[in-house]
């Protein structure tokens, strides 16, 4: 597995700008495909965004697409999500994920083998 470590979450009025980031250390980061999951108060954890192990594939959920980007610099170990346009309604816990080695991007939570501890995210009206 992968020790994976979000920042980057905090409280943010609408229409508003944060970006997460997502620091891997342990099994070899580049070859991992990685993805951003978020649980709503009250909801069930969803898929938001993953991207392949060469950063050259991405996926998003419909309701974040346009909005969110992500990224990764496996120099540094390190995956982003830039998050634009904030709604209430992203108003969630974030989570970073990664797959066992060589697999491809995903949308699917069991997919992934490693989890980080998650940020929080809160958008104001």
């Known amino acids: 597995q992968v020790q994976l470590v979000e920042s980057g979450g905090g409280l943010v009025q609408a229409g508003g700008s944060l970006r997460l980031s997502c620091a891997a250390s342990?099994?070899?980061?580049?070859?991992?495909?990685m993805g951003w999951f978020r649980r709503a108060p009250g909801k069930e954890r969803e898929f938001v965004a993953s991207i392949s192990w060469s950063g050259g594939i991405t996926d998003y959920a419909d309701s974040v697409k346009g909005r969110f980007t992500i990224s990764r610099d496996n120099a540094k170990n390190t995956v982003y999500l830039q998050m634009n346009t904030l709604k209430p309604e992203d108003t969630a816990v974030y989570y970073c994920?990664?797959?066992?080695?060589?697999?491809?991007?995903?949308?699917?939570?069991?997919?992934?083998?490693?989890w980080g501890q998650g940020t929080q995210v809160t958008v104001s009206s």
């Open positions: 994920a990664a797959t066992p080695r060589y697999y491809s991007e995903s949308r699917y939570e069991p997919d992934f083998d490693s």
């Open positions: 342990g099994r070899t980061f580049s070859r991992s495909a």
